[in-house]
């Protein structure tokens, strides 16, 4: 794994259509933390994520890899050290799992070359890692949605990023999976890796994350330990909600409980 210092944003403004989403946001994705995006629906943080993706261009500022410029990069490069995971993420192809997982080596592959042995071991480790080996030959048109959700995950861990962006990944997951998905994501950047994610369950933020940013009209509102973030005022002032806090085996949890 190659070294890897903060995926950052400066002053970054994103447009979609003509219209500014994100406006001078400052951020900086460090490795070995998680980093959970938080915010209500229209909030800018879909398009924050593709921005640090290199998926979208900067209207303003910039996104910046250990201090170079993402534009800079050649688009393999880019590939091979950034994995992002879409929201809704779609296979329109009724593929086996296991080829579809094996696509995240593609980025580590020349023109025309065949998987080796250490791709095969590396989607190995991925299928286990999300637990979808019993699901390696079935066709993912077949699977279920959560079955769907993790198969893609998978295809973005096989291809063994430095950094993994995730848009709300938990959304289409059973309880017992979402904690199993941010169980995962945390030991992956507890081995030095960055981890940023889009996220509507602020329950799970709570717990797992270690730097939350709050977001509200494109801007940034709140950032810093969950006790900084998810505080009443926040929640009234931003999802306008009210919400239960408290503590549980030494972490914290929070509830949303009605409306502000």
Known sequence: MSPVRTLE?????????????VEGVDLA??????????????????TLLRGLAGLHRPHGGSVT??????????ADERARRIGYLPQDATVHWPLAAERVVALGRI????????LGAEDGYAVDRALAATGVEHLRERAVTQLSGGERARVLL?????????????????????????????ELVRDYAREGRTVGLVLHDLNLAARFAD?????????????????EVLDPRHLADVFGIRAVFGEAE???????????
Do not use: C
Request: hydrophobic share 40%.
């Open 107 to 114: 980025p580590h592959l020349g023109p025309w070359q065949r």
């Open 211 to 227: 730097q939350l940013v709050l977001m509200d009209e494109g801007r940034i509102v709140a950032r810093g330990r969950a006790s």
């Open 65 to 74: 890899l250990d201090e170079v410029d993402l534009a800079r990069l050649p």
């Open 250 to 260: 030494g972490e914290p949890y929070v509830v949303p409980w009605g409306r502000a």
């Open 29 to 46: 994705l460090r490795p070995g933390e998680v980093t959970a995006v938080l915010g209500p629906n229209g909030a800018g943080k879909s």
């Open 154 to 182: 998978a295809r973005v861990l096989a291809g063994e990023p430095d950094i993994l962006l995730a848009d709300e990944p938990v959304g289409g997951l059973d309880p017992y999976h979402q904690v199993h998905f941010m």
């Open 9 to 21: 944003a400066r002053d970054l403004t994103l447009h979609l259509g003509g219209v500014p989403v």
